[in-house]
């Protein structure tokens, strides 16, 4: 009878486990979004910009090193980077600017770099040297299973809708001139080419188990 009860202890636990797990997938866009646009977003000023351009070296640029954010500590990620962003001295994530598509209403901050505190709540920069309005410049961004969440809306931009970018002083606008899926190996996307003032919007073409990326891209307008 007691082993009875303890199975069936067992199972009540590993369904309210379960359940938990669940609510945590369904509402991770939600607070990502409410973490990403209430706090971080808010934040980024032009004096904070300035100053974490002056942090660069502490970035990382590593595209290699990224990994799929799962939907399970997804929320934890962007809590731990609003909370580190309150403590200017003691915050990994480094301001750029924020963008736009209102096509597909994406509408996030930008970070440098490619670290989980970056990627957890919005896009990063994929290239050290890379400045607003010359050559190309490249941002990742995570794919999640919410489909309004991070970079998941690029699946729904099409060519011709608009890309706005700012570094808090000044807005740059870009038109999709080019969508298509690579080999995650194929970095040459991201190149300068010489005369071209592009954009290129990283991801991956679905949320898990990929080794293919989305690739967006713009020309400045």
Known sequence: MKKYHLKQGLLIITFIVGVLMLAIVVFNGPLLQHATKQRIQDDITPTKVQADSKRIDEADFNYDNTTALSPLVAPLEAARSVIANEDRNDSDYLAV???????????????????????????????????????????????MNNPNVLFSPLMRVKKGNMIYISDTQQTYQYRVTSIKHVNKQQSSVVDDIPGKELVTLVTCDRAYGTDSRLIVQGERV
């Open 97 to 143: 600017g924020t963008i736009k598509i209102p096509a597909v209403s994406l509408n996030l901050p930008i970070g440098l770099g490619l670290s989980k505190a970056v990627l957890s709540v919005g896009a990063g920069t994929m290239k050290s040297e890379q400045k607003l309005g010359q050559g190309n410049y490249a941002l990742a961004g995570h794919h």
